[in-house]
């Protein structure tokens, strides 16, 4: 998922049920008595889900960040998947490994940096696919961004697709609650180039756990489009097409593309030239639909984000300090995109949000539950969190809203 943070806009949905909901509607959708309904697709409240583990607070995907998303109340944890060279799932964000463990520092692993072409870009650095898993095993995690705590690095591992899936159970059985696991395709295409094509593996392991059915605790993510089509048949455990893009254009609010972030890369690959945006029109969540059981769009395409301009046409600081970014920002009215993806079936699940000011736009007012709450009001099913314990503060506020 792209590192730009996001959002926010104004607050239409809960005044408006706040209002128009009858009692009758209520006791329908089994809030208790006098509670207003959730917005969500099945009429449940909407999932937190702790993005690579706790990535606010610790190392991208380590046991130790899921366990403590847990902790936070997460309802799933998130390992994004690579392949080992000797065909192990793990959790790594890219199969370049060079940002988020201690490699470059490992003489012996010196000879292996190479570069490798991901998604049509080349990059230099160590990967996955080129290390085995016992190998893989003796590197140590580090936080990838540098405004984060880096007081972790180099203590924890990288932690295998049945290690998350057996830390999951585990907290689950010992919370008296469900934890679900929320696995990513990382970079398909690029897996199937290595000959460690990463679908039937994930299934195999899943199976091992008996995850097969719908209802099992499992969503799997991809941001390609073949290979969900290519799992479809194959499981019933719930699918979720995410939605990407490569910036804003803050005058008109609207998502940009360019490579490698302008469409799903099996897109690019087949000759396709349509935008990621695409796949959002009504007509596009209906072709979603026939493979999948919901949609990931970038937070931005459900709430867009303009600047303020002055005359010249210059984006104004109005935040005052002293820098012009997206903390300039302000929240729009939200797009139809969640009533949409309902209308045609299909849940939104949508990324990422994140406490840091730098990150949040300026009508939220460094508070980092107001987006939260903006986004559970329009009736998101789910929402991927950097900070889980944020999440669940703001849902926790949000049952409160509506007298659940
Ligand atoms: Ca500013």
């Known amino acids: 998922m792209t590192i730009f943070g996001i959002n926010r806009r104004a607050h239409r949905g809960w005044k408006l049920a706040l209002t128009s909901v009858s009692m009758a509607t209520l006791v329908a959708c089994g809030g208790s008595e006098g509670a207003l309904p959730f917005q969500t697709l099945d009429g449940t409240q909407p999932l937190v889900i702790g993005h690579r583990g706790s990535a606010g607070y610790l190392p991208d995907h380590t046991l130790e960040g ?31 490994i060079s940002g988020t463990t201690n490699v470059a520092e490992r003489p012996e692993f010196a000879a292996r940096k190479t570069t490798r072409m991901v998604d049509g870009v080349a990059e230099t650095g160590w990967f996955a696919t080129d290390f085995t898993l016992a190998e893989l095993k003796t590197l140590r995690a580090i936080q990838p961004l540098s405004e984060r705590d880096q007081s972790h690095n180099g203590k924890y591992q990288i932690p295998t697709l049945r290690e998350v899936l057996d830390l999951a159970k585990t907290e689950g059985v010992k919370l008296n ?3 679900g696991v ?6 398909p295409t690029y897996h199937v180039d290595a000959n460690l094509k990463l679908e039937d593996r994930l299934l195999a392991v899943l199976a091992e756990y008996g995850y097969t059915k719908k209802e099992s605790p499992v969503i799997i993510q991809s941001f390609e489009v073949s290979n969900l089509q290519y799992l479809r048949p194959k499981t019933a455990v719930r699918l979720v097409q995410l939605v990407d893009g490569d910036d804003y254009d803050f005058k008109t609010g609207k998502v940009t593309f360019a490579a490698p972030f302008d469409r799903p890369y099996d897109w690019t690959r087949a000759g396709k030239t ?30 867009p984000v303009k600047g303020t301009f002055d005359a010249a046409g210059k984006m104004l600081d109005v935040n005052g300090d002293g820098a012009v970014n997206y903390a300039d920002g302000t929240s729009q009215s939200a797009s139809n995109l969640v009533a949409d993806a309902h209308k045609a079936g299909l849940m939104v699940h949508t990324w990422t949000f994140r406490n840091e000011s730098r990150r949040l736009t300026a009508d939220l007012k460094g508070d980092p539950k107001a987006e939260y709450l903006l986004f559970y009001r329009i009736g998101v099913d789910g929402l991927f969190s950097d900070f889980t314990d944020t999440a669940i503060a703001a849902r926790a506020s949000y049952l409160k809203e509506l007298g659940r």
């Open 66 to 96: 899921y366990k403590l998303a847990i902790q936070n109340g997460a309802d799933f944890i998130e390992p994004d998947l690579v392949a080992t060279k000797d065909g192990e799932l793990v959790a790594r964000h890219e199969p370049n």
């Open 177 to 179: 609650r469900s934890i």
């Open 182 to 187: 929320y696995p990513e395709t990382k970079h």
């Open 274 to 303: 349509a935008n990621f945006d695409s796949m959002l029109t009504p007509a596009g969540l209906a072709e979603i639909k026939k493979y999948a059981d919901g949609v990931g769009p970038w937070k931005t395409y459900i709430i």
